[in-house]
Structure formats: structure tokens, C-alpha cells
């Protein structure tokens, strides 16, 4: 199973994507996206490119808002993979805490996340938690990141392409 993972998009539209985003979406299993994409039209673009799961993010107007959860778990390959923002914004200082506090006593394998437009993959008290940065490098990244996820017999390979 191949996923696409991509956070902080800021843009309206699927043609504000890198180009090798946009190639990627043809050749992944479920895209996931972890909020901030600003704009309905890609939020449908997205979802019309295949499987689709993801949340809504602090930027997102209030028609995404109502069209996403602000989390969700979902199991793929028999890992539970859990999705969130976190929707109420913030600082970036203490991120991974709150969002792993977003699940509670529902503690999935791995948290995919956005908000920092940093990119990360780190493993802590046995959770790997993977920010993808921002796929169109909005502000404060240096950079436009995206990630790829590999699972396969429960295994998982954790890729951050740098664009």
C-alpha cells in the first residue's frame, strides 16, 4: 500500500500543486491530506484523484470545516494510522504533545500531522509521528516537502521527498 501524504498546501486549486505532486496523486494507493489546503476546490480535487482521507486544518473555511473531522483514525494494512492539525492552531513549541493528545485513550500506531510546515519523522513512546512540511512550501518552510508511505505486512517505510 502506497500513500501520499501532504499538510499546508495553502492553495485553491490543484494547479497550485508542485508538478511532482500532481504525478504522485497517479501513482499512490490513498492520499492523506492533514489540513490547511485553503481552498473547496482542491479539497474536491483531491478527492475526485482517488482515495482520499483527511482533516481539516486552522486556515480552512468553515465549508471545509464542515466537510472534514478535525481527526480521524484509520487502519491500513493493519496499522492504525491517525490524522489531525490541529484545527485550533498555535504555537509549534509542544505540537507533537497536543496532537498526540487529540486521540486520547485511542492510541493509533502512527499520527500523521500539519500545522508546523515542517517536515518530521520521529518515533516516540512507540508512536512514529510524521509531518510531511508544506507540499508548496508556504511560509515558514524553506522548502516544499511532501511524504510517501509504504506499508506492506504491517511494516511501514517512511519517505520525505524534498522539492
Known sequence: MRLLVLADTHVNDVRGLPERVCEE???VDLIVHAGDYTGMDLLEQLQASGDFKGVCGNMDPAAIKRELPDKEIIEVEG???GITHPVE???PVG???R???KFGDDVP???IYGHSHEPENVEHDKIRYINP???TGAFP???CSYGIIEIEHGEIRVEIVKL
Request: avoid cysteine; charge should be positive.
Open 99 to 101: 496532537v498526540r493528545a
Open 109 to 111: 500506531d502512527v499520527i
Open 95 to 97: 505540537l507533537l504533545s
Open 25 to 27: 496523486l497517479k501513482n
Open 133 to 135: 512540511g508544506s507540499a
Open 141 to 143: 518552510a524553506g522548502y
Open 89 to 91: 492552531g498555535g504555537s
Open 79 to 81: 496499522l492504525r494510522i
